[in-house]
């Protein structure tokens, strides 16, 4: 560098060739004129953002939430095929209107949970996001555009359940049954034809126990969801354990849920979880000429409400 600079003054004062060269003879003009080379530029690499954790990227803490204090305020107070919701639900300055309360049945459990989740989320973070993300309507209406259309299940839309819900509205997204965690939605199949709509609390053993994780000595699931009887403290908000076919109907100290078909197939066992609002999509189903005004009708007997102990 030292080199450089001097060969930058030498060259600065050559005109002056009469007079013998001298550092001390440059005065400050002379080394204001000196244009010194521009510095190399310096690759700096791109830093990734870093991935965020479960706990930000995902729903399920304000599910479980919600699941806590719909138990607490509205559980048990009876399951009826033709009711939904256990009350009224405010949401964006309207009021979605329960049908028959406090009774209700699965799929609406499924989308009250949802609701209820929102305002948990609301009170804690002050985002009000997810009530600008899809209209009233979509919780009211059974159109192909209404996110309620889709939870109460309609295969010409490609929705077998509540996670099909969530990811066709860019709200949630796919998760094997051997990998859920609390808090992710799951609709099961029985060999009876009956179903259910359900959020997963947790992987069990044959006697019932919640495991920390899926292992070998899994044979179902805990849950959360409406089903039972009409009947206050029979049936409504309530737990139960479901049982994988292939391990019978074993006995544990708990309300069953047997005969439940497992498979890889998401039509006959669908799973997913539901993303945190700020990694929501946008992405949204559209009216189809394939489906011109289509209605989802609810299958009463499919979805029929009785699980093994009601």
């Not at 009469?18 to 440059?26: D, G, I, Q």
């Not at 009711?83 to 028959?100: E, F, M, P, Q, W």
Request: hydrophobic letters at 40%; proline letters at 7%.
């Amino acid at each position: 560098m030292i080199k450089l600079l001097f060969t930058l003054l030498l060259a600065a004062v050559t005109a002056r060739a009469a007079e013998p060269f001298s550092l001390n003879a440059l005065g400050a003009p002379d080394l204001a004129e000196l244009q010194l080379p521009a510095p190399p530029a310096v690759l700096v690499p791109l830093r990734a953002e870093p991935e965020p954790q479960p706990a930000q990227k995902y729903f399920n803490a304000y599910v479980l939430k919600a699941i806590d204090y719909l138990y607490k305020n509205y559980g048990l107070k009876g399951y009826d095929i033709n009711s939904i919701l256990t009350h009224d639900i405010d949401y964006n300055g309207g009021v979605i209107k329960a049908r028959r309360p406090p009774l209700t049945m699965c799929v609406a459990a499924q989308m009250e949970i949802l609701l209820t989740a929102f305002a948990v989320y609301l009170s804690e973070t002050g985002d009000s996001s997810p009530y600008y993300y899809l209209p009233k309507r979509s919780y009211e209406g059974l159109a192909v555009t209404d996110l309620k259309g889709h939870i109460w299940v309609n295969s010409e839309f490609n929705a077998n359940g509540t996670a099909d819900a969530l990811i066709n509205f860019g709200m949630g997204e796919r998760r094997p049954f051997e990998n859920l965690t609390p808090g992710d939605f799951v609709n099961i199949n029985r060999t009876n034809r009956t179903g259910h709509a359900v959020t997963f609390l947790g992987y069990i053993d044959k006697t019932g126990r919640v495991l920390p994780r899926y292992d070998a000595s899994v044979v179902g699931f805990k849950y959360f969801s409406s089903q039972g009887r009409l009947e206050v403290g029979q049936g409504g908000l309530d737990y139960r354990y479901a049982v994988f076919s292939k391990f019978g109907c074993p006995e544990m100290p708990y309300k069953r849920d047997c005969e439940v078909i497992y498979s890889a197939d998401q039509r006959m066992l669908n799973t997913g979880t539901m993303l945190a609002p700020k990694f929501w999509t946008g992405v949204k189903p559209e009216a189809s000429a394939a489906v011109p005004g289509a209605q989802t009708v609810l299958n009463r007997s499919y979805f029929l409400g009785l699980t093994t102990d009601d």
